[in-house]
């Protein structure tokens, strides 16, 4: 059976009864991703990032590359039963708070679709929250849709871009008559 080499990204905006805040439950879950048939290959630094949706706490988000022979939908049962061990609770309110939140960004086999499950992950390529801690780790793994690097996909998305300039017509006052 095959190795498989997965990008995972985890975000936290709730304390844990025992990890505490959410940095130390983004680490409690890098340890957590290194057990049972997952081994960590690398983890990214923490980074702070601006709530998005109704939620208005801060949140805590990192990525992790992890290696497995799981398949995606096993390996998302897999993470989808660490969140519950961290508190998470099945439903809930999209983009409210949590306490661990893991996605698959990103996996070795280049893209898979079922109906719980895309990868790449859909929204990834527009979230700095993702990128900016995957270029740390992972900046010339390839998106398999778009064939671009994330250090490429990182400078898209981060790159600054030029003021629009009014068009000189569209900015001087009209004369003439009524």
């Known amino acids: ?3 498989h080499r997965y990008l995972i990204a985890l975000g936290s905006n709730m304390r844990h009864p025992r990890h505490g805040a959410p940095e130390a439950v983004l680490r409690a879950a890098f340890k957590a991703l290194d057990r049972k048939r997952l081994t960590l290959e690398a983890a990214s630094r923490i980074i702070a990032s601006a709530p998005h949706g109704p939620s208005r706490r801060r949140y805590a988000n990192a990525v992790a590359i992890v290696h497995t022979r799981l398949r995606p939908p096993r390996l998302l049962r897999r993470l989808q039963r ?42 990834f390529r527009t979230r700095d929250f993702v990128l900016r801690p995957a270029v740390q780790i992972a900046g010339k793994w390839r998106d398999p849709l778009s064939g671009l690097t994330l250090n490429h ?26």
């Not at 996996?107 to 990868?119: H, K, M, R, T, Y």
């Open 1 to 3: 059976m095959a190795r």
């Open 82 to 123: 660490l969140e519950a061990r961290f508190g998470r609770r099945p439903g809930g309110m999209a983009w409210g708070a949590r306490v661990l939140d893991l996605d698959i960004v990103l996996w070795s086999g280049g893209a898979f679709a079922q109906e719980d499950l895309v990868i790449p992950h859909p929204l």
């Open 153 to 178: 996909l990182n400078a898209r998305l981060t790159r600054p871009r030029p003021a629009l300039r009014a068009h000189p017509s569209r900015t001087q006052p009209r004369h003439g008559g009524p």
